[in-house]
């Protein structure tokens, strides 16, 4: 019966934003996400593609309980959530994190990595400052990186070592959903296809549940499920990834395929084979 109910699911989510007036306008509402609904299963990976604009990561932000919804409810777990009426706990914050675009903007650069990784534990949890460090340190081998990094600083990294460590700290409160805001739009296309790769690994490792912000259909067809299209605040169509690739029905989704450059795809995915194909050779 469990199994049955979804990570995360979205009836009719609403998101107002309000526009101050000016000496020669007035203030007006504007709606950003006009009742949309959506659910993801456990494991799954649902992509929510759109131009910017669109309203993707206004949506993002509400599923990663960071901006709380006009309209409409947002059930975690088969949940009831509203983070307008409660702050959650850090129960409830332990079940969903987000990796954003900017690795380095996400990081404080003042802070080595370890006490990065470290942090969510010491604000969340009372585990001793030991096993906070063996989980760190763990941790950072998990994502590919190694312990000797741990007192290093984020400005030490590349921008795709800086992804895996922001990653890594989304990781240390073991979540169950991860919402992913254009995690590889910032990276150029090789490096991009090493994260793809590292994010469906922890996936299978740790069942993970993700939802994906992407306005690149090359990164969505390599690493979705299920994929939602957003225009100007509405949810024109959904579906799995193969039928939507195979045969787009609406005509903003149609122009959106239309305009994906193929040897993207092509490219990720032999560099992904070849990742994957070299650490079998070596397991052998």
């Given at each position: 019966?469990?199994?049955?109910?979804?990570?995360?699911?979205?009836?009719?989510?609403?998101?107002?934003?309000?526009?101050?007036?000016?000496?020669?306008?007035?203030?007006?509402?504007?709606?950003?996400?006009?009742?949309?609904?959506?659910?993801?299963?456990?494991?799954?990976?649902?992509?929510?593609?759109?131009?910017?604009?669109?309203?993707?990561?206004?949506?993002?932000?509400?599923?990663?309980?960071?901006?709380?919804?006009?309209?409409?409810?947002?059930?975690?777990?088969g949940e009831a959530v509203d983070i307008h009426r409660r702050r959650p706990g850090p129960a409830l914050r332990s079940k969903v994190q987000m990796v954003f675009q900017n690795p380095y903007g996400s990081l404080n650069p003042r802070q080595k990595v370890g006490d990065v990784l470290m942090e969510p534990l010491?604000?969340?949890?009372?585990?001793?400052?030991?096993?906070?460090?063996?989980?760190?340190?763990?941790?950072?081998?998990?994502?590919?990186?190694?312990?000797?990094?741990?007192?290093?600083?984020?400005?030490?990294?590349?921008g795709g070592q800086r992804q895996r460590i922001a990653i890594a700290r989304a990781l240390m409160l073991n979540p169950s959903l991860l919402v992913l805001d254009e995690p590889v739009s910032a990276l150029d296309l090789s490096v991009q296809a090493q994260v793809l790769n590292l994010l469906a690994d922890l996936q299978d490792e740790f069942e993970l549940t993700y939802v994906f912000v992407s306005h690149d259909l090359s990164v969505v067809r390599y690493i979705a499920d299920d994929v939602m299209v957003i225009s100007k605040g509405e949810a024109v169509e959904q579906g799995s990834r193969e039928a939507l690739f195979a045969n787009p029905q609406h005509p903003y989704t149609q122009s959106l395929f239309a305009a994906t450059p193929v040897t993207d795809v092509e490219a990720i995915r032999t560099r992904v084979a070849r990742r994957k194909a070299a650490r079998a050779a070596v397991a052998g």
């Open positions: 019966m469990g199994q049955d109910i979804p990570v995360v699911e979205g009836r009719a989510i609403v998101r107002d934003y309000h526009v101050p007036g000016s000496i020669f306008a007035r203030g007006r509402d504007v709606r950003a996400l006009k009742g949309i609904d959506f659910r993801v299963d456990k494991g799954k990976t649902l992509a929510i593609v759109g131009e910017s604009g669109s309203g993707k990561s206004t949506l993002a932000r509400i599923i990663a309980l960071i901006d709380a919804p006009t309209g409409g409810e947002l059930r975690i777990a010491v604000i969340n949890t009372s585990i001793p400052a030991t096993e906070r460090r063996d989980r760190a340190e763990a941790m950072l081998k998990k994502v590919g990186l190694q312990p000797e990094h741990f007192n290093r600083y984020p400005h030490m990294f590349s």
